[in-house]
């Protein structure tokens, strides 16, 4: 009975795809989908792994690299897959967060268990260890390259009977590590050593290390003589320029709610200039080896933004890693100007694409589990789209609109797609089908701007589509109080900076401090890192000042209200008399009028495109 039941395919002939709307994908040899696991980010690599007593009976253990920077592993069954364990990228010397390129199992160690290579976009070269019985990954070994690691491979190389790891870089440069071994001698001079310290130079190393140094010298001058002929010519020659390769990414990654702006050749940087027509705050400058200038764009340009990172002429950066946040509700581009260490000097230009819903990311669903508390659900603000357009339609508005969103519409009746805004957590809920749209929000701004994309669509389109959108007045104290802890600390941030001159002036002429509050001796003993954090990030209030005042428009403007002349008090009242309590009555015009405005307020309104 049971060699009647259709048994699933061989694992040996499956296909799996690590895909970007956080996913990875199982395929049997028909290219059928046999099941999906979801990830918390976008799948960057994938690898089998094979160890012993990995993965258990009847499965097949994989490893993976998402772009939040995590590495993990998974064990594929038949019909489902189990997540074993997961390593994530704490290294806090990167000021900007590297995701892996490329993932390499080899037994290094020869202990009959696969250490883990991680290769990442920043450089960084990883060797982690799997124990398999407590389920964690350790890092044993890591170093930075200066340039992204394109590809790892191990085995016998320059040294007999001693394993190495040749790792190709971006730029072409072929590099030999291996494991130190005393006992036989380590790799050759010029190999780095893993998991410990390298062992003593002897004499003729050290006699051959200073011959090789000599010989670099004698290239060097070689090479600077021959650029001095070059110049010469170019005198009496129009030399031409060559297109240079750049690899470059725009990552948003949600622990930072901020864009990753990575920017990648295989000569050192000379010049980046940075040009947006959307409002951009760069953040943490100042972690970037390169000299930063920013200038005010003209009154009648369309540019917000104009900076320019410039490197010493000594400098043989590479790569080029800067944060950077947009404000939702404006769409536009970022334009890249890429010039390297050159004669003549060339430039390349890159462009990325502003969404203006740009810090909204897919969400993933979470399945209940027994024992536990279901997910909360917001209250919603509802605007529903009727009209003449197809399911690819407005799968295409919605593609404008945010990331992370599948280039073609899919070939089913009914669609749901879910989302949330990484910097304020609130929340977005799209159901369509052909001629029928739900959008679901509990930010009134989420609605607004999604609206205004559809609007613009359908005015390119000239079709006819109608739309009528239910405010929740729930949803106004909901989404304030998500804002309220991040305002807060950065109201408080700004406070102890205003104070701090005046406190270290006190603390001056006093011998104690015994006298000051407890908040004013926090503040004095912490005053570098509260200064270094502000200087870090000077807009964030600003930020989220604004943040404030889109809300209370757009919450307004769909009501049919005029809040012109309350925004300015608005702000006011944020930066001088701010509480959680005292902003909800700048929501409610039936308060300013003298009635009550009730918690289940609701207010309809129906617009034609």
């Known amino acids: 009975k049971m060699s009647e039941e259709k048994q699933p395919p061989p694992m040996s002939s499956w296909a799996v795809l690590g895909c970007k709307d956080r ?11 046999l099941y ?3 990830m918390p980010s976008p799948v960057m690599c994938v690898e089998p792994y094979v160890a012993d007593g990995a993965g258990g009976r009847g499965s097949t253990p994989l490893i993976y690299g998402t772009e ?67 389920g964690d990954m350790k890092s044993q070994f890591s170093m930075n390259l200066g340039e992204s690691v394109q590809s790892v491979d191990c085995g016998i190389v320059t040294v007999p009977d001693i394993d190495e790891m040749i790792v190709l870089s971006y730029s072409g440069r072929v590099i030999s590590l291996s494991k130190n071994d005393q006992d036989s001698g380590g790799a050759k001079h010029g190999s780095s050593h893993i998991f410990g310290k390298g062992t003593a130079l002897t004499g003729n190393q050290k006699t051959e290390i200073g011959n090789l140094r000599k010989d670099l010298t004698e290239l060097q001058d070689k090479l600077a003589k021959s650029k001095d002929k070059f110049r010469k010519m170019s005198k009496l020659y129009v030399p031409l320029s060559q297109k240079f390769e750049v690899q470059s990414r725009l990552v948003l990654d949600e622990k930072e709610a901020a864009f990753f702006l990575s920017i990648e050749i295989p000569m050192p940087l000379s010049m980046v200039t940075l040009s947006s027509t959307v409002r951009i705050d760069l953040l943490d400058t100042a972690s970037n080896p390169a000299i930063v200038n920013r200038s005010q764009p003209d009154k009648d340009s369309k540019q917000r933004l104009l900076a320019t990172f410039r ?86 508005w919605i593609s404008a609109a945010l990331l992370e969103v599948p280039p073609r519409a899919p070939e089913v009746d009914h669609q749901t797609l879910r989302f949330v805004n990484v910097f304020t957590k609130t929340q977005l809920l ?22 205004e994309v559809v609007h613009e669509k359908v005015m390119e389109l000239r079709t006819d589509v109608y739309d009528d959108v239910t405010l929740n007045a729930k949803t106004i104290p909901h989404v304030l109080g998500l804002l309220h802890d991040k305002f807060q600390y950065q109201l408080n941030l700004a406070k102890q900076v205003e104070m ?44 989220m000042i604004g943040i404030y005042k889109d809300l209370f428009v757009d919450w307004h403007k769909m009501k049919g209200d005029d809040s012109r002349q309350r925004a300015a008090s608005l702000h006011e009242f944020l930066m001088t008399q701010y509480s959680l309590e005292g902003l909800l009555p700048f929501f409610r015009r039936e308060e300013e009028d003298g009635v009550a405005g009730g918690e289940d307020d609701i207010t309809n309104g129906r617009v034609q495109f």
């Not at 490197?311 to 944060?323: H, P």
């Not at 799209?430 to 609206?451: G, H, P, Q």
């Not at 002429?509 to 908040?519: F, I, K, R, V």
Request: aromatic content about 6%; glycine content about 4%; overall charge negative.
């Open 68 to 134: 939040s920077g995590s590495v993990g592993m998974l064990s594929l069954q038949d019909q489902s897959a189990r997540k074993l364990f997961t390593a994530s990228d704490d290294d806090s010397s990167s000021n900007c967060r590297s995701f892996p390129t490329l993932l390499k199992p080899y037994d290094l160690t020869k202990d009959g268990v696969n250490e883990i290579i991680v290769g990442r976009t920043d450089g960084k070269l990883e060797v982690l260890s799997c124990d398999m019985e407590g």
């Open 500 to 543: 701090m001159e005046a406190i270290k002036e006190l603390s001056i002429q006093e011998q104690s401090t015994d006298w000051m509050s407890p908040q004013y001796r926090d503040t004095l003993s912490n005053a570098d890192k509260v200064a270094q954090e502000f200087k870090d990030r000077p807009q964030a209030l600003q930020y």
């Open 36 to 38: 999906q696991v979801d």
């Open 23 to 33: 996913c990875i994908r199982v395929l049997d040899s028909d290219l059928k989908l």
């Open 430 to 451: 799209i159901e369509y089908r052909k001629n029928e749209a739900l959008i679901k929000s509990d930010s009134a701004s989420t609605i607004a701007i999604f609206m």
């Open 311 to 396: 490197y010493e002429s000594n400098d043989t950066t590479k790569i080029m890693m800067i944060k950077l946040r947009s404000s939702e509700g404006e769409s536009g581009d970022l334009t890249v100007g890429v010039v390297p260490v050159a004669s003549p000097k060339i430039c390349q230009v890159l462009r990325f694409q502003i969404k203006p819903l740009a810090l909204h990311r897919v969400k993933e669903k979470i399945e209940p589990v027994e024992g536990e508390p279901l997910e909360e659900v917001p209250p919603w603000n509802v605007a529903k789209i009727t009209g003449e357009f197809s399911m690819s339609m407005m799968h295409d």
